[in-house]
């Protein structure tokens, strides 16, 4: 009969012991995720596993300077004290010389250890002390710190907590690891929403562009037909009067020179003659609502110059113009988008501003044109306008014709303040012109 030595049974009772809380820790902390119940969950099983009173977790900062205490047990600060003194600087001491020397520190009683550097007060009194780093690839990123076992850490008790800190240091990557993607999972489902937002604005951006298009093209091929009908009637009760008057008098110039009344042809004639440069004037008339011919030959300066005046003659509204920098002649896209943005421009002061004056001013530079009309007027709520959606088809033919020259059309106005359109349009190509920027604003005042 074998007989088994007590203390050795009592060694083997307490191996399989340890290796079995080794075994529930590695299975408790394989079902844990997020960073925070994996180290209480490991600092826990450290305290029981040493029989210590209380015990900490510390992680390294990223700048390497200091230790933060992510997790302790034992001792429950009030929360102004971890928030002052959560920080161990990575300093030679006893807490620290774990990190810094990357090896286990252990002492009989931490209140004399040489390397103290004291305590905060209201810390309870640190006596046995036990520390092991925390090693991913032999580097230490924190450390496991247990005190206050009733009797001095012995080599057994050094050994199973550096066992157990090569486990919870895993368990601490993967954690971060999981809380890093987690995060990264977070940011970009947030990227997707918010591209998903902005998209559906844009898609509903696109759409009321599209609707205002199509109503501007309504809008435009209804003017175009209001405008034939204008022209035709004009030709009609003007130009086709005069054709009959100018027949009836060449009939009549014929009848006096059959029957030799030459005094009574020539006066007929005379007549003819007038009717003609009636004429001329109506058809010129109405070729320069068509297309300024100031324009192809002189410019936009000078065609400005002649529509103010005009205007004045037509709606009894001083405007004056006013040219800066030198003037130079623009594509011919960009004088004719100019000349019309102005032209309805004006024809909104005289319609609906009840303006006492206007201005037109023009400057040139290197760059760019700016165009600016200017009325004292009435003014109108802008941000009401824009709200509606519907009608106002002058401003939102100004702003097409500004986007489509890539230039930036501004209006500025307040109710019983006036109002100011202004665009500036580039020298230079634009290679997507419907893409360039158009704004309308509110006046700001002053």
């Known amino acids: 009969m074998v007989s088994v030595n007590p203390p050795t049974a009592q060694r083997d009772v307490e191996q399989r012991e340890r290796l079995q809380a080794l075994y529930h820790l590695a299975v408790e902390l394989s079902a844990l995720r997020d ?70 520190i252990r002492s009989a009683d931490a209140m004399t250890d040489p390397t103290r550097v004291g305590q905060p007060r209201g810390h309870p009194p640190t006596r046995a002390f036990l520390g092991v780093p925390l090693l991913v690839r032999d580097k230490p990123i924190g450390m496991i710190g247990v005190a206050n076992r009733p009797t001095p850490y012995e080599d057994e008790h ?41 998209l559906q604005e844009a898609k509903e951006a ?68 007038g009717v003609l440069h009636r004429m001329d004037e109506e058809i010129r008339q109405v070729l320069y609502d068509l297309r300024p011919p100031t324009l192809d030959a002189l410019g936009l300066a000078p065609s400005l110059r002649r529509y103010a005046e005009r205007f004045r003659q037509y709606t009894g509204i001083p405007c004056e113009v006013r040219v800066e920098g030198e003037p130079c002649r623009l594509p011919p896209d960009a004088e004719i988008g100019l000349y019309r943005i102005m032209q309805e421009a004006l024809q ?36 009401a306008i824009q709200r509606e959606g519907q009608g106002h088809f002058g401003l939102l033919g100004m702003q097409e014709r500004a986007g489509s020259l890539g230039g930036r059309l501004v209006i500025q106005t307040t109710p019983g303040q006036g109002a100011r359109v202004e665009v500036s349009v580039p020298l230079y190509p634009v290679a997507a012109p419907f893409l360039a920027p158009v704004r309308l604003e509110p006046q700001t005042g002053d």
């Open 35 to 104: 960073l925070q119940p994996v180290l209480d969950t490991a600092l826990r099983h450290c305290l029981d596993l040493t029989d210590s009173q209380f015990g900490f977790i510390g992680l390294n900062t990223p700048d390497g300077s200091a230790m933060d205490v992510a997790a302790i047990q034992g001792f429950h600060p009030a929360p102004k004290f971890y928030a002052h003194f959560h920080l161990i600087p990575l300093r030679p001491s006893i807490f620290a010389r774990v990190v810094l020397e990357n090896r286990p």
């Open 206 to 273: 696109l759409a009321q562009k599209a609707a205002q298009l199509q109503r501007l093209l309504t809008e435009t091929v209804g003017v175009q037909e209001r405008e034939r009908q204008r022209i035709a009637q004009d030709m009609h009760d003007g130009i086709n009067q005069l054709l009959i008057g100018t027949l009836l008098e060449l009939k009549s110039a014929r009848e006096r020179l059959s029957t030799g009344d030459l005094t009574l042809a020539e006066v007929s004639l005379q007549q003819v003659t």
């Open 158 to 198: 050094e050994q199973l907590l550096v066992t157990y800190a090569a486990q919870v240091a895993i368990a601490i990557c993967n954690a971060q690891l999981y809380e890093e993607l987690k995060a990264a999972k977070e940011a970009l489902e947030h990227k997707v929403a918010e591209r998903t937002q902005e």
């Open 348 to 383: 909104n002061v005289s319609v609906h501003a009840r303006a006492r004056q206007a201005e037109v001013a023009v400057g040139f530079s290197s760059e760019a044109v700016m165009l600016a009309i200017t009325d004292d007027g009435e003014g109108f709520d802008l941000m």
